[in-house]
């Protein structure tokens, strides 16, 4: 029976894979190939530099068979860019079914606030990296190319891959195939009624009840950059200073702690955002 399914990644602790723009461009395109091949429909997705996050309408099995491919392509981008093998092997998948109309809407718009709930980003439809920006009209894009209108060699240099693809998936100047090609914003559109109510959502602060109904939030893990980004805020507000290199050895050592709760942090990353040593944090967290 279809169904309304939340995929994820578990994070990865001490690698990322998407390093730079070029490998989220082509992270993008593998979604843009992945929804081929699959009966699904894809309502949103968000890429992380470490992890990802699709909302799927259509079967438990299919909604699997779809994140097992993207994440097989994850790693082939990682062993082709970077010769990394086996990048993704340890990183385990959560399929989990939405029920509900007001947690369908929740789960819509916590994929959506990733980058927002990172700090990356003031609101999510800035972040490049998702299909936050295509909804209620927002998807339109200039100085798109038709892919079938291409040669056989450039449409592969931007898609990796040979897979015929439908009429209307263009490219942009990015060399990306647009979200809006691909993902279904009319079945968005037609669960959130009106912007205003979607905007409300991505505007509100939902992380902890969605994480907890959806069982994952000691899964996620957030990159040193991620963390970086926060860090100054945390420090501003807890010891009154502006960089860690103003803070005491005891104050330090607290930042271990909030570091830990806050961002769950592991004592490796902690070690290396702090510059301490791991056999001290590991006694202190």
Not at 8 to 33: P, Q, W, Y
Not at 49 to 61: A, P
Not at 189 to 206: G, N, Q, S, V, Y
Request: proline share 3%; with cysteine.
């Amino acid at each position: 029976m279809k169904g309304y399914y939340h995929v994820s990644s578990h994070g990865l602790e001490r690698n990322d894979i998407f390093k730079t723009k070029e490998d989220f461009i082509a992270g993008m395109n593998d979604v843009a190939i992945c929804v081929l091949g699959f009966d699904v429909r894809l309502l949103c997705f968000c890429l992380m530099s470490n992890h990802f996050h699709f909302v799927l309408y259509g079967t438990s099995e299919e909604s699997r068979r779809f994140a097992e491919e993207y994440k097989r392509r994850c790693a082939v981008l990682m062993r082709r860019v970077y010769g990394e093998v086996g990048g993704m092997r340890s990183v385990d998948l959560d399929i989990s079914e939405i029920i509900g109309q007001d947690y369908l809407e929740n789960v819509i718009a916590y994929v959506m606030r990733n980058p927002l709930a990172a700090g990356i980003c003031v609101m999510p439809y800035n972040y490049p990296w998702s299909s936050a920006g295509v909804y209620f009209g927002g998807g339109k894009c200039d100085g798109v190319s038709g892919l079938n209108d291409m040669s056989d060699r450039k449409r592969f240099r931007i898609l990796k891959s040979r897979i015929n693809v439908p009429d209307h998936y263009m490219v942009d100047g990015n060399g990306i195939v647009p979200p809006s090609c691909y993902v279904d914003y009319g079945m968005v559109e037609r669960i959130f009624r009106h912007p205003a109510r979607l905007l409300m959502l991505l505007a509100r602060k939902i992380e902890n009840d969605v994480e907890l109904q959806l069982g994952i939030a000691d899964q996620v893990i957030m990159t040193d950059q991620e963390i970086l980004t926060q860090m100054p805020l945390l420090i501003k507000k807890e010891f009154n200073k502006d960089v860690i290199e103003q803070l005491t050895m005891e104050q330090r050592i607290k930042l271990c702690l909030l570091l830990k709760r806050n961002f769950r942090a592991g004592v490796k990353q902690i070690a290396r955002i702090t510059r301490l040593d791991p056999a001290v944090v590991a006694k202190v967290v």
